[in-house]
């Protein structure tokens, strides 16, 4: 369980804090009430995304609800190291986007003594682990997994169902293109997808 007073001792050796979980799950939302709360705290906080995440604006952080603060975009994880030499407490959001040197440079940060909060998907949308996310779970000292409402039971939700067909592993999107299932109604939609699919090839033959 994250507790955020337990982290008075945490914070003087570094530490890793990974909050994940579904599209639409306030993931982003909670990152920015974290560091909120250390810039209130009077510490030196960074704010980085990877550059590709251009969705709402090419230099703010900003969640679902319209919460925005302002970050660096970056093009890749070592970039980091550098850019949050003076910071007491380092965001990064939408982790999964980054490549898996991302572990190394967290835990880089941690050993410095700083505070480093990670914002990401757990999951692509065919519901595989995305990109560094399992191997910084295994190392961070705390893990929050926020949920989503299933868009169509209403029950909690932790898959991001693409509603497109295309395969392409990164694709930027909202609403539009993506929903937050429950296993249940996501396993239900795999498969009227892979029927629609079976029933096309068919046809074509």
Do not use: W
């Not at 009227?192 to 699919?197: A, W």
């Amino acid at each position: 369980m994250f507790l955020e007073n337990n982290l008075s001792s945490s914070r003087l050796g570094g530490c890793i804090e990974v909050v994940t979980g579904s599209m639409f799950s306030g993931k982003t939302e909670e990152l920015i009430r974290r560091l909120r709360r250390a810039e209130i705290a009077k510490l030196n906080v960074g704010i980085y995304k990877p550059k590709i995440d251009n969705r709402y604006s090419d230099n703010d952080v900003v969640s679902h609800d319209s919460k925005i603060v302002s970050a660096i975009p970056v093009r890749s994880a070592k970039e980091i190291i550098d850019l949050a030499k003076d910071n007491k407490v380092v965001g990064i959001d939408e982790a999964q986007f980054f490549e898996d040197d991302l572990i190394d440079v967290c835990n880089y940060l941690a050993n410095q003594g700083k505070r480093v909060i990670v914002a990401a998907l757990d999951m692509d949308f065919s519901g595989k682990p995305f990109g560094p996310l399992p191997g910084l779970m295994s190392i961070a000292e705390y893990v929050t997994k926020v949920h989503a409402i299933c868009m169509r039971c209403g029950h909690l939700a932790n898959y991001s169902h693409r509603l497109s067909d295309t395969q392409k592993l990164v694709m930027l999107g909202e609403k539009d293109i993506y929903e937050p299932l429950c296993r249940s109604c996501f396993s239900k939609a795999i498969d009227d997808k892979n029927k629609d699919l079976e029933l096309f090839n068919n046809q074509k033959t």
